[in-house]
């Protein structure tokens, strides 16, 4: 079955180290989306990538990198000039037209 | 510019209630408009989805109808049960940038037994 896989689902950073937040889909689609979100609240785009080798910022790229070398994978790396990292972490991907997103189950990274 | 606004939650209801979740969109030409849900610790998932006024989006028992008179796309369904106990996000696709999506800031429900 297709999909998009986040891994893992559960990570733990100490302060002062960056850690990466795996994203891949077997979907074939084009453009991938990494999105953070807090207790109770809604969605904020990090970065965002619509074709291989090429990505732009998201709301609140700071503290944060991403690469695009294959279609298939989309990692994200928490650096620590991220403050507070702490946080649910969600990929998605979509195809080109009008079909919205499909996301990962998440990461919820913590800071100990 | 884009912009989509849900009610604030939670919506707490009791099992079998009419559920409304309200929302409200402002935009450039004629969007598609969608529903994710996010049960709690998981990635959101598409609940429905319409592409053009007057459609009606159904799925689980759930509907939205695209009003561009009202510019809205409510959420209702007719008889709530607990597993629907969720956060539903609203979301209108941006069709002069690449088909991303703009979201709503999400609405809480709880429905109790």
């Known amino acids: 079955d297709g999909g998009i896989t986040q891994s893992p689902k559960y990570l733990f950073r100490k302060e002062g180290q960056n850690v990466t937040l795996s994203c891949e889909q077997n979907l074939n689609h084009d453009a991938m989306y990494w999105y953070r979100q807090d207790p109770g609240q809604g969605l904020r785009l990090i970065y965002y990538s619509q074709i291989v080798n090429d990505f732009q910022k998201g709301d609140i790229a700071e503290g944060y990198s991403v690469s695009r070398e294959k279609k298939e994978s989309f990692p994200l790396t928490v650096t620590s000039a991220q403050k507070n990292p702490t946080a649910f972490y969600l990929c998605?991907?979509?195809?080109?037209?009008?079909?919205?997103?499909?996301f990962g189950s998440g990461t919820r990274l913590t800071v100990v | 510019g884009n912009s989509v606004t849900q009610m604030e939650g939670p919506v707490t209801l009791s099992e079998e209630a009419f559920l409304t979740i309200n929302c409200t969109y402002t935009a450039t030409g004629y969007p598609s408009l969608f529903w994710y849900v996010q049960y709690p610790g998981e990635g959101l998932q598409l609940l429905l989805k319409?592409?053009?006024a007057d459609d009606k989006g159904s799925n689980k028992g759930f509907e939205a109808t695209y009003r561009k008179e009202t510019t809205s796309f409510h959420l209702e369904k007719g008889s709530v049960q607990v597993s629907d106990s969720a956060v539903y996000f609203c979301?209108?696709?941006?069709?002069?940038?690449?088909?991303?999506?703009?979201w709503g800031a999400g609405t809480k429900l709880i429905i109790k037994p």
């Open positions: 319409a592409t053009k």
């Open positions: 979301a209108l696709v941006r069709m002069d940038s690449n088909y991303q999506l703009i």
């Open positions: 998605a991907s979509s195809r080109q037209g009008n079909y919205g997103y499909t």
